[in-house]
């Protein structure tokens, strides 16, 4: 059975810092690209970034690029999120998810049920 949980939201202030893990389990995922996505109260859900098996191609959009930096660690099976200079627009639920492709025509295979950010002004 696969899961992915991610762990680290929170409730924060303008200009703060948060890290987002996901751990996944069941199986190997050191050959799939991994994901971060957010849906904000009354949006669509929208993607964060992007990370390729090797880790050495990272993919970023909208407001997140300059200020957010994805990473992973095969050996534990895991993703990240380094969050800085969070703004009150950041407010969302955060959600992992894994798959074989990066690119708009493809969707991820695998979910996490997502963390909850919150950052005041």
């Known amino acids: 059975q696969v899961q992915l949980v991610e762990s680290g939201g929170g409730l924060v202030q303008a200009g703060d810092s948060l890290r987002l893990s996901c751990a996944a389990s069941g199986r190997s995922f050191s050959t799939y690209a991994m994901f971060w996505f957010r849906r904000a109260p009354g949006k669509e859900r929208e993607q964060v970034a992007a990370?390729?098996?090797?880790?050495?191609?990272?993919y970023y959009y909208g407001s997140a690029k300059g200020r957010f930096t994805i990473s992973r660690d095969n050996a534990l099976n895991t993703v990240y999120l380094q969050m800085d200079s969070l703004r009150p627009e950041d407010t969302a639920v955060y959600y992992c998810?894994?798959?074989?492709?990066?690119?708009?025509?493809?969707?991820?295979?695998?979910w996490g049920q997502g963390t909850q950010v919150t950052v005041s002004s």
């Open positions: 998810a894994v798959g074989k492709y990066i690119g708009p025509f493809h969707s991820p295979d695998y």
């Open positions: 990370i390729d098996w090797s880790g050495n191609s990272k």
